[in-house]
């Protein structure tokens, strides 16, 4: 059966190329490798208690290490 | 035959017909193809002609969705929380504010440390940008700005120049141009490139010299509102979050919007990388702040409570990526437990809403900015 070419409009021609753009860019993202929920969790957990002795803010440094924190005045003997 | 409008990144000769004219960057097949608009309209005609229609579009559209949902459903085995259960709670944080930043005549709308870890910059409502000490509070630097609703600002990785943004759609004497107002700025690891985000809906990459566009990122749907780069060990990605509720990561070298993440229920204010890489948080106005495993694909932690009824605004990690501290409309910052999901502390001190909160480069202290005109350092 022979389907004659549609008149267009400017409007569905570009609703055509949307929904073209949306389906290729669902296809890229379906095909990406996943890793499970548990090991990206015991990553991020080994990640932090690696670091977080490092971690001023969570640590609390000492107030002559904080340049933020004022020091306690010293009494001169 | 009437022409629609849309926004073109770029101008130049079309590949099919060799016009010159601005040009509608569509990815089809993976390829890149860069038409002008009456060319892609010859060619979605020709689709229809193959059968392919909307409609058959749409439903392809659909299912991709459900596998997509599906796939990430079987990997999810278990709650980022209930692995943290074995790890001991946080003890109680000693943050308080140590320095009180006046100086700014409105609403303080942005701000960021410069990697010497004292300086800061800061932007304004009243269309001035600070430069200041944040040991010894003194001014070193303002500079005006010709428009109101200076947005973003960000510092360069040598400390020599800002940049800043706002509503004059430009940053920094049109180095980047967009057609709407530029939402957040950030230098890439040189002195050399400036990565933007508008309300146009697009990011963009520029080359500072020469104000040139190197490259453009389409997806989102809405004003893109906020992005972060990837730490630099994990290559070249950004995050954008916008008013569309979805976070997309991109590919800055091709431009590819690699993965998408749709989960809050309304506008996303700022995103910003988890300190290894493999995650980010989000802050959203529907009061919630959200953190996203790249690797897994899906939101592995929501960080809400009844009590927080106002929109989160901005959020960052502590060095170690353990605490989240978000900035919200109710003039408070909640510190979260990224792992366990509870809240740890409050830090109240501001009297209007947060705007800003970033973390020093090496994790010493937290510098917060508010519409209560002034800025905080916390510590």
Not at chain 1, 12 to 21: E, I, T, V
Not at chain 1, 34 to 43: G, P, T
Request: net charge neutral.
């Amino acid at each position: 059966v022979l389907v004659a070419p549609t008149r267009m409009s400017s409007k569905s021609a570009s609703s055509l190329a949307q929904a073209r753009r949306t389906v290729q860019q669902l296809r890229i993202e379906a095909r990406i490798n996943r890793i499970k929920v548990s090991k990206a969790s015991s990553d991020l957990m080994r990640y932090c208690s690696e670091h977080a002795k490092y971690d001023p803010l969570l640590m609390g440094i000492p107030a002559s290490e904080n340049p933020f924190k004022d020091k306690k005045p010293c009494a001169i003997l | 035959m009437c022409d629609q409008t849309f926004m073109a990144a770029t101008f130049g000769p079309c590949e099919s017909c060799g016009k010159p004219s601005p040009l509608m960057n569509i990815y089809i097949k993976n390829e890149a193809i860069n038409y002008c608009s009456f060319c892609v309209e010859l060619m979605a005609c020709q689709g229809l002609q193959s059968g392919e229609s909307v409609a058959s579009l749409k439903r392809e559209c659909e299912s991709l969705k459900k596998k997509l949902e599906e796939e990430r459903g079987k990997l999810n085995d278990v709650e980022l929380h209930q692995v943290a259960d074995k790890i001991e709670v946080l003890g109680a944080l000693a943050i308080k504010t140590r320095r009180v930043l006046k100086g700014h005549g409105n609403k303080v709308l942005c701000m960021d440390w410069c990697k010497d870890k004292r300086r800061l910059v800061s932007s304004s409502q009243d269309g001035k940008v600070i430069v200041w000490d944040g040991f010894t509070l003194s001014k070193e630097n303002g500079i005006s700005v010709p428009c109101t609703w200076v947005m973003a600002c960000a510092y360069a990785p040598t400390g020599c120049a800002v940049a800043c943004g706002g509503l004059d759609n430009k940053c920094s004497k049109a180095v980047a141009m967009h057609t709407n107002y530029v939402s957040g700025c950030t230098f890439t690891n040189s002195d050399n490139q400036i990565l933007t985000s508008s309300g146009d809906g697009s990011c963009a990459l520029w080359d500072v010299e020469s104000g040139q566009l190197l490259q453009s990122f389409h997806g989102h749907t809405a004003d893109v509102l906020s992005l972060d780069l990837a730490p630099s060990e994990t290559g070249n990605t950004f995050v954008s979050g916008g008013c569309d509720k979805k976070a997309n990561v991109w590919d800055m070298r091709s431009g590819q919007n690699i993965q998408s993440f749709e989960s809050h229920v309304s506008d996303i204010n700022c995103v910003k990388y988890y300190p290894s890489g493999d995650a980010f948080a989000s802050a959203s106005d529907d009061a919630t702040c959200r953190f996203y495993d790249l690797r897994a694909d899906r939101e592995v932690a929501v960080y809400q409570k009844d009590s927080v009824i106002f929109g989160a605004s901005t959020v960052d990690f502590s060095l170690s990526g353990r605490l989240l501290f978000a900035g919200y409309n109710d003039y408070t910052i909640n510190v979260w437990d990224v792992l366990k999901g509870t809240r740890s502390s409050i830090l109240f001190g501001h009297e209007n809403r947060v705007s800003r909160v970033r973390v020093s480069p090496d994790g010493t202290a937290l510098c917060s900015a508010s519409w209560d005109h002034t800025l905080r350092i916390w510590a």
